[in-house]
Nanobody, 124 residues
Framework: QVQLVESGGGLVQAGDSLRLSCAAS????????MGWFRQNPGKEREFVAA????????RYADSVKDRFTISRDNAKNTVYLQMNSLKPEDTAVYYC?????????????????WGQGTQVTVSS
C-alpha cells in the first residue's frame, strides 16, 4: 500500500480554480491507479476522476468532465486534480485514493489506500 496526503483545498468563489495535490509515499507509486473522490456529510463517497499508472488513460465523472483534469508526476510521486469553473455543488471533502494496477473501477471500495481528505468550499 501507499500512504497518501492531500493538499490544496480551500474556500473559493464560483467560477474560480483550484489545484489539489496528493503526495504518495512508497517506491511503487508508478504502479498504482490513482483516483479522486469527494464526499459531503450524509452522502456516499462520489467518484470524481481516475488516472492509470502511466498517465495514459483518464476517466471522469460526467459532473466534472471538461472542467476538471487529473494528472500525475511519477517522478514526484504526486497526483493532481486541476479544478476549473468551480460550482457550489463541487463543495465537498476531496479524497485521494490508490489501487495497484486495477484500471476501470469508479467504486470507492475498489481502492485500497486513502488520504485524509481536503475540504473544498465553493461559494456562490
Amino acid at each position: 500500500q501507499v500512504q497518501l496526503v492531500e493538499s490544496g483545498g480551500g474556500l473559493v468563489q464560483a467560477g474560480d480554480s483550484l489545484r489539489l495535490s496528493c503526495a504518495a509515499s512508497g517506491r511503487t507509486f508508478s504502479s498504482y491507479v490513482m483516483g479522486w473522490f469527494r464526499q459531503n456529510p450524509g452522502k456516499e463517497r462520489e467518484f470524481v476522476a481516475a488516472i492509470d499508472w502511466s498517465g495514459g488513460r483518464t476517466r471522469y465523472a460526467d459532473s466534472v468532465k471538461d472542467r476538471f483534469t487529473i494528472s500525475r508526476d511519477n517522478a514526484k510521486n504526486t497526483v493532481y486534480l486541476q479544478m476549473n469553473s468551480l460550482k457550489p455543488e463541487d463543495t465537498a471533502v476531496y479524497y485521494c485514493a490508490a489501487e495497484y494496477r486495477s484500471w476501470g473501477s469508479s467504486r470507492s471500495f475498489d481502492f485500497g489506500s486513502w488520504g485524509q481528505g481536503t475540504q473544498v468550499t465553493v461559494s456562490s
